[in-house]
């Protein structure tokens, strides 16, 4: 019978051998050999193997002690799972490689190397028998060196990967796991180094991690190798990516979000032959503002991605990283995601907070949960004994060493990091929530401070001084009842998209343009499209600052708001979202930056120069080029096709073929190929010529608190006259029912977008039985509403001839 090879080189390796070189070796040769003849690069190298590790351990005659020491363990509290550990590295450390074993890591090495001048750079990497396996998710139990050079650094690395066999938290992972400590092997994988030092890398995953959204691709990056992503020592840059555009070879990415990646991890200054040297430094500004990808690149890696999903035939957690020679992008790892895999959130817990109080530090969130506990600062795994179970751990970041910590928390907070961290990862696998790269936390939070910690409002999470009181609700999605009648979401906050898409919606009736232009934009659009006319010094200064990476002002605009409407639009997709475009009122524009200059004063400014009126004037003509081009970019670059377009407020008919016009001169046609535009039936005329104004427009969508408005002749913001609004009026019925009657005579869907469906059950009843499209709601609302869509579709089913009312019993008297 043949010996087993010590080594193997990638090209000889494929998934079938994960016995032999374990998972992530064998999954680097699958790659290697698999999916470079659809131009992935995988940089070249070798693997020990698992005949080599066994050899060590027989001539060594390590078996037996490794055995008697593992046997002492305390599985129950791992109270001397440290001594003993240190015994048994001691033991693995003091026993040298077999002759055999490091002549063949030599060979193989010097035959990587060929061609070259100076000592190949490598990646050594630990890859037990039974690490990265689906059942096994904790990656990260063993040790991994960068910048390796020479034979000799080489094996003295490759002695260490398997010490770290017997780390702590290997020993542990294994006895949960019900793994034989001495029938896992260890292979260790021999990497050409990629020059990331000199650019950047990164780690993705082909489901978004938060909420498994598995339409999207998610991309971490930061400058240099990409250990600092790896261990969170960084806030990396995000980019999302939506993969049915790019499997139709459109522009794939729908967002990115500028990380501070405040270190770049470089080969050392003094690295030669013989050293394994690497440091990290500080990242300059000018770097620290600049993305790390281009979004070709980011495309590049995209399409990559999808074909490793492709091939392994489930989500994927996958490294990459860009050679600063060549500035060629490279795949070096890629094992299977575990998190979500296999997964479907049937169950919603949500959170509201009741109260506020002094904000401490933000963050990014992860999970969606609501805590309140003492805060525990810990610098090191070392002040581990410090943490309570149920405490608030609180520490500058975090790698696997502190995995027995982190179960006893119920919160992590991280001055670094990103959703690929080290902290992220564990808090997603122990159903914890986290709020990674706070930047300060540990200087802004006191230890023992009592804390509440929010991931419940979307991208962002809070951390607050004290004990705020929240709200629990439990959302059972599996046993929905849907309503025939559609149920769609009013949507303002675009981070709040992933999440929301889990409900069970059927689109976005109404997506707010003003929420993104406010938060994310804040200059106003003509001031971005007249910079050099602006006057305002101050608003200048503030609007070079903000666009200080775009090769125009007005591209600025464009990028964000495309973006905004994009990953809200991919969360959703294909279910439709309908945009509305921007409906400030004069007022409103005035606060943006700059805005004061491009803004008449008005008396009232609810029924002054806003909607449909603005859009045509050379006062704001130039400004909804913008709007209409960042729509543009959504559909026909990013390929989300789902999006409409809505108009607010118009007044005329004729205003509205003046806008449809516009629209098609700024590259948005209506038509079968074109982009349905829908109008907000919101105004008397609307509903009095809805017949003229559906010529003009593919559907409606009814505004029913500027429609009662107008309709009473009241201020709602009015505390004197605010009682006398009420959505249920006979007189606002009346034009409801005329509305939707004329909008289903002529053929165009029509939606309601308001509070009192999901408030008064009548009311949801009287639109069910007029017809009605669909209604949209808040997502606090979404299913009180749809329960009262079902029960009056219900009582319609069991009426023997169901008659349209005017208005039903809880109208208001005259």
């Not at 943006?592 to 803004?599: A, T």
Request: proline share 5%.
């Amino acid at each position: 019978m043949s010996q087993l090879p010590f080594t193997l080189s990638f090209s000889e390796l494929d998934n079938r051998q994960v016995a032999l070189v374990g998972g992530k070796n064998a999954s680097l040769g699958e790659l290697f050999t698999q999916l470079a003849t659809q131009g992935i690069r995988v940089p070249d190298g070798f693997a020990t193997t698992a005949a080599a590790y066994r050899l060590f351990l027989n001539e060594n005659h390590l078996r037996e002690p490794l055995a008697a020491l593992m046997a002492q363990v305390d599985g129950q509290e791992f109270s001397n799972i440290q001594s003993v550990g240190m015994q048994a590295r001691a033991l693995v450390q003091a026993a040298p490689l077999p002759a055999q074993v490091a002549e063949a890591i030599g060979r193989a090495y010097q035959a990587l190397s060929a061609g070259q001048a100076e000592p190949l750079a490598v990646a050594v990497r630990s890859s037990a028998t039974a690490e990265d396996l689906p059942t096994a998710s904790f990656a990260g139990q063993h040790d991994s060196f960068l910048n390796v050079r020479g034979e000799a650094a080489l094996l003295q690395a490759c002695r260490q990967c398997y010490v770290s066999l017997f780390n702590d938290r290997a020993i542990k992972y294994r006895l949960q796991h019900g793994f034989d400590h001495l029938q896992v092997a260890l292979s260790v994988g021999v990497q050409r180094m990629v020059r990331s030092d000199l650019a950047s890398a990164g780690v993705a995953f082909t489901i978004e991690p938060e909420t498994g959204h598995e339409q999207l691709l998610y991309l971490t990056g930061s400058w240099g190798l990409g250990e600092n992503v790896v261990q969170g020592a960084v806030n990396p840059d995000e980019f999302y990516l939506f993969k049915p555009a790019l499997r139709q070879g459109n522009r794939g990415l729908v967002t990115k979000k500028l990380g501070d990646k405040a270190k770049t991890m470089r080969y050392a200054q003094d690295a030669r032959a013989g050293t394994t040297g690497i440091e990290n430094t500080d990242t300059p500004p000018e770097k620290r503002s600049e993305f790390v990808l281009t979004d070709a690149e980011a495309g590049q890696l995209g399409r990559w991605l999808l074909l490793i999903e492709d091939h392994y035939g489930m989500p994927m957690d996958v490294e990459w990283a860009k050679d600063g020679l060549t500035g060629e992008l490279f795949i070096v790892q890629a094992r299977p995601e575990t998190v979500h895999h296999g997964r479907q959130a049937l169950r919603l817990h949500e959170y509201h907070l009741r109260g506020t109080g002094p904000l401490l530090a933000t963050g990014k969130a992860v999970g969606s949960q609501i805590v309140a506990g003492v805060a525990r600062l810990i610098a090191s795994p070392a002040e581990g004994h410090r943490l309570q179970p149920g405490e608030i751990l609180v520490t500058d970041s975090t790698s696997p060493d502190w995995n027995v910590i982190l179960k006893k928390a119920s919160v992590i907070v991280t001055n670094k990091g990103g959703r690929t961290s080290h902290a992220a990862i564990v808090a997603r696998e122990l159903g914890l929530s986290a709020v990674v790269g706070t930047l300060h936390a540990t200087e802004h939070i006191r230890d023992g401070q009592l804390i509440t910690v929010s991931c419940a409002e979307g991208d962002e999470g809070k951390i607050f001084a004290g004990q705020l009181p929240w709200d629990e609700t439990d959302l059972d999605l599996e046993h929905v009842a849907q309503p025939r009648t559609q149920a769609m979401l009013i949507l303002a906050d675009p981070d709040r998209a992933l999440q929301l898409a889990r409900y069970p919606s059927q689109g976005v009736g109404l997506m707010r343009m003003e929420f993104v232009i406010n938060n994310a934009i804040r200059i106003h659009p003509m001031a971005l499209v007249e910079f050099d006319k602006l006057r305002d010094a101050a608003a200048r200064a503030e609007i070079e600052q903000l666009t200080a990476h775009y090769a125009s002002k007005p591209e600025y605009f464009v990028d964000k708001l495309s973006q905004a409407i994009g990953l809200v639009a991919a969360a959703f997709y294909p279910r439709p979202v309908i945009v509305r475009m921007s409906d400030f009122k004069t007022n409103e524009y005035a606060g943006l930056v700059g805005g004061r200059q491009f803004e008449p004063e008005e008396e009232n400014p609810m029924l002054g120069f806003r909607g449909a009126a603005r859009y045509d004037s050379p006062q704001y003509r130039e400004g909804f080029r913008l709007e209409c081009q960042a729509l543009h970019r959504v559909r026909h670059e990013m390929g989300l096709t789902n999006v409409k377009a809505m108009i607010p407020f118009c007044r005329t008919v004729a205003e509205g073929c003046r806008v449809v016009k516009l629209m098609e001169e700024f590259g948005l046609p209506r038509g079968p190929e074109g982009v349905e535009i829908y109008v907000m039936a919101e105004i008397p005329s609307n509903v009095i010529l809805a017949e003229d104004f559906a010529r003009v427009f593919d559907g409606f969508s009814i505004g029913s608190n500027d429609l009662t408005q107008l309709t009473l002749g009241l201020d709602r913001d009015s505390a004197i006259v605010s009682p006398l609004f009420d959505e249920r009026n006979p007189a606002v019925l009346r034009l409801l029912s005329q509305v939707i009657r004329a909008a289903k005579a002529y053929g165009r869907p029509i939606g309601l977008c308001g509070q009192a469906p999901s408030d008064y059950p009548d009311f949801a009843r009287f639109l069910v039985e007029q017809g009605i499209d669909s209604i949209s709601f808040t997502p606090d609302a979404l299913l009180p509403g749809m329960a009262n869509m079902v029960q009056a579709e219900q009582q319609l089913a069991r009426s023997a001839s169901p008659q349209p009312i005017a208005h039903p019993v809880g109208a208001l008297p005259a």
